[in-house]
């Protein structure tokens, strides 16, 4: 294995770094067995081929796991990169074709987009030799929104910050939108962070053209950050990412995980359901689940929700949400609870968030005081020309 390169050193700005751990060795062992060829040619629809140049690679320590995959930090033709590598469980054949389909559809998604709030597809490249798969992509010394976020005390993040970096999102899902993506797993773990504090949405292994889209069976998403609608398995629009925008605005603002005293699978039951007398035996095969650790509760948990009786007039209205600081500025509350509604025709698109924030960067330009001054308009039309109309009548006084 004279080309397995993942054991060296990695340098960074003249800078070495660690060497592995021998644990971490025998990991990246168990992993690069599978990578030491240059890889098989990756096409999407029309594309050439994106195959990876395996010699070139060095692969360095994790930063970021998920359920079937993990992400090291490395170098890839002398660049700083980040590796995904994808693993097929060999014991569940449907669970390996669906993984590898995701990686065909990340990797078309990585290559066609192009904006300075998406990860950079410049040189993305890409193996797929299975059991297991890679995508290389750029690397933000950041790390993950999340990552900082917990790196804060609790509600101590400046709003401009809040505002500068919900901005960046809502123009990357704006973009993202706009190209007919949804993404579907939208959440401050898949949110990157480059040195100037920029905001790059990342992860497109669920994601999926609008057009393609169909209902939640057997979806993967994170219960915290996900709207009621693919909890549930129904029919979802891009609505489902505005709900997500809408937690992760959320955890800007308090510098906390979304209902961080609950399991994901009791945080999902809480969202679609607020409980009554008639559902309380599935609340409690729910509540009983302990850690989450039971993938049977997940697993049936759509199915549970199906025989709660949404039909009689004393079961309330799904609306179970993480609660708002006591001191949270009414222009970021009011926007959050758009966006979080559990009837998606009531939340905005992201063209309408954007308008939104950028009225309140132009107003806060205007006024420092302006998030405790601020009260909504009954007209939202109103609130995104509000800004430009002061502009307009600026200019008009000038040149008179």
């Known amino acids: 294995m004279k080309n397995l390169y993942c054991f060296k050193q990695i340098y960074n700005n003249g800078k070495s770094e660690r060497r592995l751990s021998l644990g971490e060795y025998k ?34 320590n994790k930063f970021a796991s998920g359920r079937h995959s993990r992400i090291y930090r490395g170098v890839y033709k002398q660049r700083d990169v980040a590796i995904k590598l994808i693993s097929q469980p060999e014991e569940d054949e449907n669970l390996a074709t669906m993984l590898e389909n995701h990686f065909t559809s990340e990797v078309a998604l ?18 797929k030799k299975p059991p297991v798969f890679c995508i290389i992509t750029e690397y933000l010394a950041g790390g993950s929104l999340r990552k900082f976020l917990h790196q804060q005390e609790p509600y101590s993040v400046p709003l401009d910050l809040v505002l500068k970096l919900a901005l960046d999102i ?18 401050s773990e898949n949110l990157l962070l480059g040195e100037d504090m920029s905001v ?9 053209l609008e057009s393609h889209c169909g209902n939640a069976k057997g979806f993967t998403g994170t219960y915290r950050w996900m709207a009621p609608e693919m909890i549930k398995e129904k029919h979802h629009t891009k609505k489902v990412d505005v709900y997500s925008f809408g937690i992760v605005l959320w955890e800007l ?39 989450g650790a039971d993938s049977s509760t997940e697993m049936h948990l759509p199915h549970m929700l199906e025989h709660c009786d949404y039909n009689q007039s004393h079961v309330p209205v799904p609306n179970a949400r993480p609660p708002l600081p006591p001191k949270c500025p009414l222009a970021f509350s009011h926007l ?15 063209d309408q968030i954007v308008a939104i924030l950028e009225s309140y960067s132009e107003s806060l330009e205007q006024d420092a005081e302006f998030f405790t001054s601020y009260k909504p308009p009954t007209n939202h039309t109103i609130l995104r020309c ?15």
């Not at 959050?336 to 992201?350: A, E, L, Q, T, V």
């Open 253 to 291: 603002l308090t510098a906390m995980t979304p209902f961080d005293n609950m399991t994901p699978e009791q945080a999902a039951f809480a969202v679609c359901q607020k409980v009554n007398s008639s559902d309380s035996f599935y609340w409690m095969m729910v509540m009983t689940n302990g850690s």
């Open 336 to 350: 959050i609870n758009r966006c979080w509604s559990s009837n998606p025709d009531k939340r905005p698109h992201f």
């Open 200 to 208: 790059k949405v990342a992860d497109f292994g669920i994601s999926c």
């Open 170 to 187: 809502a123009h990357g899902m704006q973009y993202l939108h706009s190209q007919g993506i949804l993404h579907r797993d939208l959440k």
């Open 110 to 127: 990585l290559f066609r987009l192009r904006h300075p709030n998406i990860i950079t597809s410049e040189f993305v490249a890409a193996c």
């Open 386 to 400: 509000f800004p430009k109309l002061i502009a307009g009548r600026r200019s008009a006084s000038v040149k008179a």
């Open 27 to 60: 990991r990246a062992v168990s992993w690069s067995k599978y990578l030491v060829s240059s890889g098989a040619e990756i096409k999407g629809e029309g594309e050439g081929g994106w195959s990876a140049d395996m010699s070139q690679l060095f692969i360095g």
